[in-house]
């Protein structure tokens, strides 16, 4: 099978996740800008998770670029992948109507360290399936903003109890990392270099 399909389904989930998203903030009552204050939690957590999914979406674009073809096998590690993204809008939600307390914080890094499981099992499906001299393996290396994102996901859920803006700042720092662009895969496919 072809990558275009899987391609334009994952694309049209993930937008899908992120209409689910605004669609979820409330139109304040009033006319003032005072009316907008109340609601800055809720657009943080707007902007953060708008942030994760496209990260999400552009390294879901650039790995799918190494792809010959497409198994069983890294079908459903793509929707494995999706089932923890849709669960997003839920999670931004709940945190950002309860001002990032310690309960939906927690529920919040739990849902990120998913996808980020699930995004690891993806790519090491499309790396079982393009066999030991994948490009994608190649491209991806020691792939240490992979490894540490889940142990600050790990760190900031365990914080959460306690400092649960710890754990927020965490999820920043993330995806921070994750903002610089990460011209791996493009190096590997433009000039067989990782």
Do not use: C
Not at 78 to 97: D, K, Q, R, V, Y
Not at 115 to 139: C, E, F, N, P, V
Not at 178 to 183: A, G, M, S
Request: glycine share 8%; charged share 10%; hydrophobic share 55%.
């Amino acid at each position: 099978m072809g990558k275009a399909r899987l391609e334009a389904f994952s694309d049209g989930v993930i937008a899908i996740i992120i209409t689910i998203m605004v669609l979820e903030m409330k139109v304040p009552h009033g006319d003032r800008l005072t009316t907008l204050a109340p609601l800055w939690p809720v657009f943080a957590s707007y902007v953060l998770s708008f942030i994760y999914l496209g990260i999400y979406w552009n390294n879901h674009h650039h790995m799918l670029h190494t792809v010959r073809s497409v198994t069983g096998s890294i079908l459903w590690a793509n929707l494995h992948l999706l089932f923890w993204l849709s669960l997003i809008p839920f999670a931004t939600g709940w945190m950002g109507e309860n001002h990032f307390a310690s309960a939906p914080a927690a529920l919040y890094g739990g849902v990120l360290l998913m996808a980020a499981m699930a995004y690891w099992i993806l790519q090491q499906r499309i790396i079982a399936a393009q066999g030991k001299d994948s490009l994608l393996r190649q491209a991806i290396g020691t792939d240490w903003k992979g490894r540490l994102s889940p142990l600050l996901y790990a760190l900031a859920i365990a914080l959460a109890g306690w400092a649960h803006w710890a754990s927020i700042a965490l999820y920043v720092l993330v995806a921070l990392l994750w903002l610089v662009p990460d011209r791996r895969i493009e190096r590997v496919l433009q000039h067989g270099e990782p």
